[in-house]
C-alpha cells in the first residue's frame, strides 16, 4: 500500500501563487506516478496535472496549462504543484494521487490523499 501525505493549500488573493506538496511512503513501485485532481462544490472531481516519477512525463489540463507546474522525483517520493496566477475558479478541495499513469490519468488510481483546500477569493 502507498500513503500520501499533503501540505499547503490556504487562501490566497485572485492572481496570487501557493504551492502544495504530496509525499509517498509505503510500498512504492517503479513506474509510480503522482499527481492531482481537484473538486469544487457540486462539481465532479476533475484532473489537474500529473507526473511519471522516473521519466518525468508532465501532463497538465487544459484549464491549468501555462500556470501550474508540477515536479518531484523517483528518489524524494515527493510531487510538488506549483499554482501561479490563481483565479477563484480554481477554488476547490486538492486530492494527491499516486499509481500507475495510465490508471491515474482516468481518475481509477489506487491511491488518494486526504485532500487539502485551496480558496482564491476575488
Known amino acids: 500500500q502507498v500513503q500520501l501525505l499533503e501540505s499547503g493549500g490556504g487562501l490566497v488573493q485572485d492572481g496570487g501563487s501557493l504551492t502544495l506538496s504530496c509525499a509517498a511512503s509505503?510500498?512504492?513501485?517503479?513506474?509510480?506516478?503522482m499527481g492531482w485532481f481537484r473538486q469544487a462544490p457540486g462539481k465532479e472531481r476533475d484532473f489537474v496535472a500529473a507526473?511519471?516519477?522516473?521519466?518525468?512525463?508532465?501532463y497538465y489540463a487544459d484549464s491549468v496549462q501555462g500556470r501550474f507546474s508540477i515536479s518531484g522525483t523517483s528518489a524524494e517520493g515527493i510531487v510538488y504543484l506549483q499554482m501561479n496566477r490563481l483565479k477563484p475558479e480554481d477554488t476547490a478541495v486538492y486530492y494527491c494521487?499516486?499509481?500507475?499513469?495510465?490508471?491515474?490519468?482516468?481518475?481509477?488510481?489506487?491511491?488518494w490523499g486526504q485532500g487539502t483546500q485551496v480558496t482564491v477569493s476575488s
Open positions: 507526473l511519471t516519477l522516473t521519466t518525468q512525463n508532465q
Open positions: 509505503g510500498r512504492l513501485f517503479s513506474g509510480l506516478a
Open positions: 494521487a499516486a499509481d500507475y499513469i495510465a490508471a491515474l490519468r482516468q481518475g481509477r488510481n489506487r491511491y
